[in-house]
Protein backbone atom coordinates (compact mmCIF):
# COMPACT_ATOMS: atom_id res chain seq x y z
CA UNK A 1 0.00 0.00 0.00
CA UNK A 2 1.03 3.84 -0.48
CA UNK A 3 0.09 7.27 0.25
CA UNK A 4 -1.19 7.07 -3.71
CA UNK A 5 -3.98 4.64 -3.39
CA UNK A 6 -5.78 6.13 -0.10
CA UNK A 7 -5.07 9.60 -1.33
CA UNK A 8 -6.87 9.07 -4.61
CA UNK A 9 -9.65 7.37 -2.61
CA UNK A 10 -10.25 10.54 -0.33
CA UNK A 11 -10.42 12.47 -3.29
CA UNK A 12 -13.31 10.90 -4.69
CA UNK A 13 -16.04 13.33 -4.16
CA UNK A 14 -18.92 10.69 -2.97
CA UNK A 15 -16.62 8.85 -0.72
CA UNK A 16 -17.26 9.73 2.88
CA UNK A 17 -15.77 7.10 5.10
CA UNK A 18 -12.67 5.26 4.29
CA UNK A 19 -12.04 1.78 7.01
CA UNK A 20 -8.54 0.55 6.48
CA UNK A 21 -7.72 -3.07 7.68
CA UNK A 22 -4.45 -4.06 7.97
CA UNK A 23 -2.77 -7.33 8.66
CA UNK A 24 0.48 -6.23 9.15
CA UNK A 25 3.63 -8.89 8.95
CA UNK A 26 6.48 -6.53 10.03
CA UNK A 27 5.65 -3.73 12.63
CA UNK A 28 7.60 -1.02 10.26
CA UNK A 29 4.55 -1.87 7.66
CA UNK A 30 1.60 -0.77 10.69
CA UNK A 31 3.90 2.23 11.58
CA UNK A 32 3.85 3.47 8.29
CA UNK A 33 0.07 2.65 7.82
CA UNK A 34 -0.87 4.25 10.32
CA UNK A 35 1.00 7.44 9.67
CA UNK A 36 -0.54 7.77 6.31
CA UNK A 37 -4.01 6.91 7.94
CA UNK A 38 -4.19 10.44 9.96
CA UNK A 39 -3.53 11.98 6.65
CA UNK A 40 -7.41 12.41 6.06
CA UNK A 41 -10.20 12.24 8.40
CA UNK A 42 -12.82 10.48 6.66
CA UNK A 43 -10.32 6.94 7.52
CA UNK A 44 -9.87 4.68 9.99
CA UNK A 45 -7.52 1.99 10.77
CA UNK A 46 -8.03 -1.16 12.56
CA UNK A 47 -4.64 -3.35 12.78
CA UNK A 48 -4.39 -6.78 13.41
CA UNK A 49 -2.11 -10.02 12.92
CA UNK A 50 -2.77 -11.59 9.62
CA UNK A 51 -6.15 -12.77 9.42
CA UNK A 52 -7.03 -13.27 6.07
CA UNK A 53 -8.27 -11.63 3.37
CA UNK A 54 -12.04 -13.10 3.97
CA UNK A 55 -11.55 -12.38 8.10
CA UNK A 56 -10.33 -8.72 7.61
CA UNK A 57 -12.91 -8.03 5.15
CA UNK A 58 -15.29 -9.19 7.36
CA UNK A 59 -13.98 -7.10 10.35
CA UNK A 60 -14.30 -4.08 7.96
CA UNK A 61 -17.69 -4.52 6.98
CA UNK A 62 -18.75 -5.14 10.64
CA UNK A 63 -17.34 -1.97 11.61
CA UNK A 64 -19.06 0.18 8.56
CA UNK A 65 -21.91 -0.98 10.06
CA UNK A 66 -21.54 0.26 13.52
CA UNK A 67 -20.31 3.66 11.93
CA UNK A 68 -24.01 3.52 10.62
CA UNK A 69 -25.86 2.33 13.86
CA UNK A 70 -24.26 5.28 16.16
CA UNK A 71 -26.48 8.38 14.33
CA UNK A 72 -24.00 8.07 11.43
CA UNK A 73 -25.38 10.41 8.50
CA UNK A 74 -24.24 7.41 5.76
CA UNK A 75 -27.83 6.58 4.40
CA UNK A 76 -28.81 3.28 4.14
CA UNK A 77 -28.82 3.07 0.00
CA UNK A 78 -24.99 4.93 -0.07
CA UNK A 79 -22.77 1.91 -1.97
CA UNK A 80 -20.01 0.57 0.15
CA UNK A 81 -16.96 -0.36 -1.67
CA UNK A 82 -15.11 -3.42 -0.07
CA UNK A 83 -12.01 -5.36 -1.22
CA UNK A 84 -7.68 -5.05 -1.76
CA UNK A 85 -6.02 -2.07 -0.93
CA UNK A 86 -4.00 -1.89 -3.98
CA UNK A 87 -6.91 -1.06 -6.35
CA UNK A 88 -7.63 2.15 -7.46
CA UNK A 89 -10.96 4.74 -8.42
CA UNK A 90 -11.23 5.62 -12.01
CA UNK A 91 -14.97 6.52 -11.87
CA UNK A 92 -17.20 6.31 -9.00
CA UNK A 93 -20.67 8.31 -9.49
CA UNK A 94 -24.13 7.70 -7.91
CA UNK A 95 -26.24 4.68 -8.99
CA UNK A 96 -29.53 3.82 -10.15
CA UNK A 97 -29.80 0.26 -9.46
CA UNK A 98 -33.05 -1.13 -7.70
CA UNK A 99 -33.27 -2.33 -3.92
CA UNK A 100 -33.12 -6.11 -5.39
CA UNK A 101 -29.32 -5.00 -7.68
CA UNK A 102 -26.01 -5.51 -6.75
CA UNK A 103 -23.82 -3.49 -8.62
CA UNK A 104 -21.48 -5.58 -10.46
CA UNK A 105 -17.82 -3.04 -10.59
CA UNK A 106 -15.70 -2.73 -13.69
CA UNK A 107 -12.60 -3.79 -12.65
CA UNK A 108 -9.54 -3.60 -14.51
CA UNK A 109 -6.63 -5.59 -14.46
CA UNK A 110 -3.86 -4.45 -17.16
CA UNK A 111 -6.79 -2.63 -19.40
CA UNK A 112 -8.39 -5.88 -19.33
CA UNK A 113 -11.86 -6.38 -17.70
CA UNK A 114 -12.06 -8.87 -15.25
CA UNK A 115 -15.58 -8.92 -14.89
CA UNK A 116 -18.30 -10.78 -14.06
CA UNK A 117 -16.40 -13.59 -12.53
CA UNK A 118 -18.72 -15.95 -13.29
CA UNK A 119 -21.80 -15.92 -15.71
CA UNK A 120 -24.64 -18.27 -14.20
CA UNK A 121 -24.20 -20.22 -17.13
CA UNK A 122 -20.35 -21.12 -15.79
CA UNK A 123 -22.02 -21.85 -12.51
CA UNK A 124 -23.36 -25.01 -13.90
CA UNK A 125 -19.86 -26.53 -13.56
CA UNK A 126 -18.91 -25.75 -10.48
CA UNK A 127 -19.14 -28.91 -9.44
CA UNK A 128 -16.14 -30.24 -11.67
CA UNK A 129 -14.17 -27.55 -9.29
CA UNK A 130 -15.48 -28.96 -6.57
CA UNK A 131 -14.46 -32.81 -6.91
CA UNK A 132 -11.22 -31.16 -7.59
CA UNK A 133 -10.73 -29.87 -4.58
CA UNK A 134 -11.86 -33.00 -2.94
CA UNK A 135 -10.10 -35.31 -4.69
CA UNK A 136 -7.24 -32.48 -5.08
CA UNK A 137 -6.78 -33.49 -8.54
CA UNK A 138 -4.70 -31.22 -10.70
CA UNK A 139 -6.31 -32.86 -13.69
CA UNK A 140 -9.73 -32.26 -12.88
CA UNK A 141 -8.59 -28.23 -12.14
CA UNK A 142 -6.94 -28.15 -15.62
CA UNK A 143 -10.70 -29.13 -17.15
CA UNK A 144 -12.43 -27.19 -14.58
CA UNK A 145 -10.14 -24.06 -15.99
CA UNK A 146 -10.57 -24.93 -19.97
CA UNK A 147 -14.30 -25.18 -19.18
CA UNK A 148 -14.15 -21.82 -17.92
CA UNK A 149 -12.39 -20.00 -20.46
CA UNK A 150 -14.19 -21.84 -23.56
CA UNK A 151 -18.02 -20.67 -21.65
CA UNK A 152 -17.08 -17.20 -20.56
CA UNK A 153 -17.57 -16.70 -24.27
CA UNK A 154 -21.09 -18.07 -24.15
CA UNK A 155 -24.10 -15.61 -23.96
CA UNK A 156 -25.68 -15.95 -20.34
CA UNK A 157 -28.91 -14.37 -19.09
CA UNK A 158 -27.68 -13.93 -15.89
CA UNK A 159 -23.97 -13.15 -13.59
CA UNK A 160 -23.43 -15.51 -10.62
CA UNK A 161 -20.14 -14.16 -9.29
CA UNK A 162 -18.29 -10.87 -9.28
CA UNK A 163 -14.24 -10.35 -9.06
CA UNK A 164 -12.78 -10.83 -5.62
CA UNK A 165 -10.50 -7.33 -6.12
CA UNK A 166 -13.58 -5.50 -4.89
CA UNK A 167 -17.21 -5.88 -4.15
CA UNK A 168 -19.83 -3.31 -3.61
CA UNK A 169 -23.34 -3.52 -1.61
CA UNK A 170 -25.63 -1.19 -0.16
CA UNK A 171 -25.28 -0.54 3.51
CA UNK A 172 -29.15 -2.30 3.38
CA UNK A 173 -27.97 -5.11 1.97
CA UNK A 174 -24.87 -5.07 3.71
CA UNK A 175 -26.73 -5.58 7.34
CA UNK A 176 -28.44 -8.75 5.99
CA UNK A 177 -25.42 -10.43 4.75
CA UNK A 178 -23.18 -9.54 7.21
CA UNK A 179 -21.13 -12.11 7.57
CA UNK A 180 -20.03 -12.81 4.23
CA UNK A 181 -16.50 -14.56 4.20
CA UNK A 182 -15.91 -17.61 6.57
CA UNK A 183 -13.51 -17.06 9.24
CA UNK A 184 -11.69 -20.76 7.97
CA UNK A 185 -10.57 -19.26 4.59
CA UNK A 186 -7.43 -17.42 4.87
CA UNK A 187 -7.30 -16.74 0.48
CA UNK A 188 -9.42 -17.55 -2.37
CA UNK A 189 -12.93 -18.50 -3.34
CA UNK A 190 -13.79 -14.93 -2.10
CA UNK A 191 -15.46 -14.20 -4.84
CA UNK A 192 -18.19 -17.48 -4.25
CA UNK A 193 -18.19 -16.98 -0.55
CA UNK A 194 -19.88 -13.43 -2.00
CA UNK A 195 -22.10 -15.01 -4.88
CA UNK A 196 -23.74 -17.23 -2.28
CA UNK A 197 -24.24 -14.33 0.51
CA UNK A 198 -26.35 -12.41 -1.82
CA UNK A 199 -28.07 -15.15 -3.86
CA UNK A 200 -29.73 -16.61 -1.06
CA UNK A 201 -31.26 -13.10 -0.44
CA UNK A 202 -32.54 -13.21 -3.62
CA UNK A 203 -30.16 -10.27 -4.55
CA UNK A 204 -28.98 -9.98 -8.40
CA UNK A 205 -25.65 -8.45 -9.82
CA UNK A 206 -26.21 -5.60 -12.59
CA UNK A 207 -23.86 -3.24 -14.24
CA UNK A 208 -22.60 -0.45 -12.45
CA UNK A 209 -21.00 2.97 -13.62
CA UNK A 210 -18.53 2.16 -10.92
CA UNK A 211 -14.77 2.10 -12.28
CA UNK A 212 -11.67 0.71 -10.61
CA UNK A 213 -8.36 -0.34 -11.48
CA UNK A 214 -6.67 -3.71 -10.09
CA UNK A 215 -2.62 -3.09 -9.79
CA UNK A 216 -2.40 -6.83 -8.59
CA UNK A 217 0.90 -6.51 -6.50
CA UNK A 218 -1.01 -9.52 -4.64
CA UNK A 219 -2.45 -10.90 -7.43
CA UNK A 220 -3.38 -14.98 -7.77
CA UNK A 221 -1.48 -15.24 -11.12
CA UNK A 222 1.78 -13.96 -9.27
CA UNK A 223 1.04 -16.31 -6.44
CA UNK A 224 0.42 -19.38 -8.79
CA UNK A 225 3.82 -18.74 -10.77
CA UNK A 226 6.40 -18.00 -7.51
CA UNK A 227 4.95 -21.69 -6.05
CA UNK A 228 2.18 -23.67 -7.88
CA UNK A 229 2.04 -26.59 -5.21
CA UNK A 230 1.40 -23.96 -2.44
CA UNK A 231 -1.36 -22.08 -4.54
CA UNK A 232 -2.74 -25.50 -5.09
CA UNK A 233 -3.33 -26.80 -1.69
CA UNK A 234 -4.23 -23.48 -0.08
CA UNK A 235 -6.99 -23.22 -3.25
CA UNK A 236 -8.37 -26.84 -2.37
CA UNK A 237 -8.77 -26.29 1.42
CA UNK A 238 -10.51 -22.64 0.40
CA UNK A 239 -12.65 -24.77 -1.94
CA UNK A 240 -13.51 -27.32 0.59
CA UNK A 241 -14.67 -24.74 2.92
CA UNK A 242 -17.20 -23.54 0.90
CA UNK A 243 -18.62 -26.85 -0.45
CA UNK A 244 -19.20 -27.99 2.81
CA UNK A 245 -16.43 -31.09 1.79
CA UNK A 246 -13.85 -29.72 4.71
CA UNK A 247 -12.11 -32.39 6.51
CA UNK A 248 -11.72 -30.44 9.49
CA UNK A 249 -15.25 -29.27 9.75
CA UNK A 250 -16.07 -28.70 13.18
Known amino acids: MT ?13 SDI ?12 VRVKRMSTET ?36 DVIVLFGNIDVLPLQVSAQSLSHSEVPLLNIYERGKQRNPF ?28 AIYRFTKYIPSKGIYAAHGA ?53 STSQTIKKDRQVFFENWCISNNIFFGTDENKP
Open 166 to 218: MFGLRVSQLKLCTPIFDSRVFLYCEELFFARAIHRLGLKLAVSDIDVEHIGSV
Open 41 to 76: DECTLIALDNVGYGTALNIGLEKVISLTDKGSQIDQ
Open 3 to 15: TTYLAKWSAVECI
Open 118 to 145: LTAFQAHFLWVAKLASKYKSRILLYIWK
Open 19 to 30: VIVDCFSIKEEL
